[in-house]
């Protein structure tokens, strides 16, 4: 086969990756753990075609000439044994283009499109490590539901977390945007070195880690959303805490996304479940479940959110043709 097309959801992570071990071979210092939300979707196809000089790539239906996605083709090529150039294809499938960030499941879709074009077959521990070689966010949106990533010292690769509850079917994420601001100032992967580098507050951030891991795994195992909940919470702002402590800062946070924090504090104070994580931009996520997720929404578009999509767990990534 020369030609494949594969889906991959985004993921939100509840104990966030922020730094590395090793930059060239993109290892994660920590582990991590995510949900794959099904409202965020990219679908990718690739085309290995010996008639082709370079590989290309279109985006969202325009031409995007992409140096990682060629650095990442090599690597599939060394796997296949081939040299032949790929025409890559592309579509985020999020409810609005607000920049929500969709490195997790482009190089997830585009790790399996890739190897399967290429006639290989992976399991889902390799796909998951070649897959974390493009963002290492991309190793856990192989997996459907919760994944945790396993950072051993010169390895790693994403994998399901049992839920013996079925939490993910009972959690919602719903995704309050913060548009009008500033666009991104700095991307995850120069800013986890930056604040790895500079900031004062790294050491505490990473020690923080394993134990975060080890509430939110012992959390699923439970079924308490709660407790996820507010581990997820307090373990996004240990991580932001300590990328503002870098030096010069790399602060994320626009007012509006405060004005959304106070909201998720207010909907708990009233009994509502709801919990906020935040990445490398000014969105806010916000966890919850089922039944209070439409007030969750509403809350948030009343306190200043751009635009608000409601998502529940996301499946695998999967070959669709
Ligand atoms: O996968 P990257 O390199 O885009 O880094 C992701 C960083 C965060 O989104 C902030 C945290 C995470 O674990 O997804």
């Not at 390799?126 to 290492?136: E, I, K, Y």
């Not at 909940?229 to 996304?257: D, F, K």
Request: with cysteine; proline share 4%.
């Amino acid at each position: 086969m020369s030609t494949a097309t594969a889906r991959a959801h985004a993921n939100i992570a509840l104990v966030k990756y922020w730094g590395k071990r090793d930059a060239a071979r993109n290892l994660p210092a920590a582990g991590s753990l995510s949900l794959t939300l099904g409202a965020l979707e990219t679908v990718t196809t690739v085309r290995f075609d010996p008639k082709l000089a370079a590989d290309e790539l279109v985006l969202n239906g325009a031409a995007a000439p992409g140096l990682r996605v060629t650095g990442f083709l090599d690597l599939v090529r060394a796997i296949a044994g081939t040299t032949t150039r790929a025409a890559v294809e592309t579509v985020n499938r999020f409810p609005t283009a607000s920049g929500l960030a969709s490195s997790a499941s482009g190089f997830a879709a585009l790790a399996l499109a890739a190897t399967r074009a290429a006639g290989v077959t992976l399991d889902a521990r390799a796909l998951s490590r070649l897959a974390r070689q493009g963002s290492g966010s991309a190793a856990r949106s192989i997996f459907a539901g919760f994944a945790r990533v396993v950072a051993g010292d010169d390895d790693a690769w994403a994998e399901a977390v049992d839920d013996p509850r079925g939490l993910a079917a009972r959690a919602r994420m719903v995704i309050a945007e913060v548009g009008g601001g500033a666009p991104k100032l700095h991307g995850s992967r120069d800013a986890m070195e930056h604040c790895a580098a500079t900031s004062p507050l790294y050491r505490g951030w990473l020690e923080c880690v394993p134990r975060d891991l080890a509430i939110a795994e012992d959390a699923i195992a439970r079924g308490d959303l709660a407790a996820l909940g507010e581990l997820a919470e307090a373990n996004a702002l240990a991580m932001h805490a300590a990328a503002i402590a870098s030096r010069p800062a790399i602060v994320y946070w626009q007012p509006a996304t405060l004005g959304l924090l106070a909201a998720v504090r207010a909907l708990r104070d009233g009994g509502v479940p709801a919990w906020a994580t935040m990445d490398a931009g000014p969105h806010v996520k916000v966890l919850t479940d089922a039944a209070a997720a439409p007030r969750v929404a509403l809350a948030m578009q009343e306190a200043g959110a751009s635009a608000v999509t409601i998502s529940e767990a996301g499946g695998p990534a999967e070959v669709i043709a």
